[in-house]
């Protein structure tokens, strides 16, 4: 986050413009984005499944979840954030398994394309799935990530929640801005404190 301070002769002006706060991004509406903010990190402790993902997303900020990508500009700036390294595995296979998303399919649905939702309730209306997918492998692929067969790609795979897999990390996205650093919080209580003490003299 950037904050400029400016004194005035009645006090002092602050102005921020948020670039990347903690990790999170905003896809601006005036870019074509829907003024989310959405983080790509890395999955911590020893439980990789998609329901621990999905408790570190909702962990990172009040109304942060797991991503729901609704259309295929969403899924290519996602995939912009995620298309680095550390954030894929490389399964037995040779496939890339990437982050995992928002979107998992309801128990007793028919497989292995049917129920689909994401976990906001959003209309599933838009997918990208790679060729061949969902096949639902092994009976038990109820839950989306991010995949690639040959390389990292902006395509889907459904993959079983917990079934030990190679998975490293998840998208989280929230619709209002992250709160800001303990740090940045300090500069504007100090900044507001010299504004008081101007007004006094």
């Known amino acids: 986050m950037t904050l400029s301070i400016r004194t005035t002769a009645l006090g002092v002006v602050l102005s ?52 729901t990508l609704t259309s295929a500009a969403e899924n290519s700036f996602v995939f912009d954030l995620a298309n680095h390294a550390e954030f894929w595995a490389i399964d037995a296979a040779g496939a890339h398994q990437g982050p995992y998303l928002g979107g998992f399919q309801t128990p007793g649905s028919n497989e292995p394309d049917g129920g689909w939702e994401w976990v906001t309730g959003e209309a599933w209306s838009y997918t990208n799935w790679s060729p061949g997918e969902p096949n639902n492998f092994g009976g038990q692929e109820n839950v989306l990530q991010l995949y690639g ?53």
């Open 16 to 67: 921020a413009s948020v670039l990347s706060q903690a990790g999170w991004v905003q896809w601006s509406s005036g870019s074509g984005g829907n003024d989310h903010w959405y983080q790509v990190a890395l999955i911590t402790g020893d439980d990789s499944s998609w329901s621990a993902a999905r408790a570190q997303a909702q962990a990172l900020g009040s109304g942060s979840d797991l991503a």
């Open 149 to 201: 067969l040959h390389g990292r790609e902006a395509v889907w795979n459904d993959v079983g929640d917990g079934d030990g897999g190679p998975q490293l990390s998840y998208v989280a996205e929230m619709a209002s801005a992250p709160v800001p650093e303990p740090a940045t919080m300090g500069l504007v209580a100090c900044a507001l404190a010299l504004a008081r003490s101007r007004r006094r003299t």
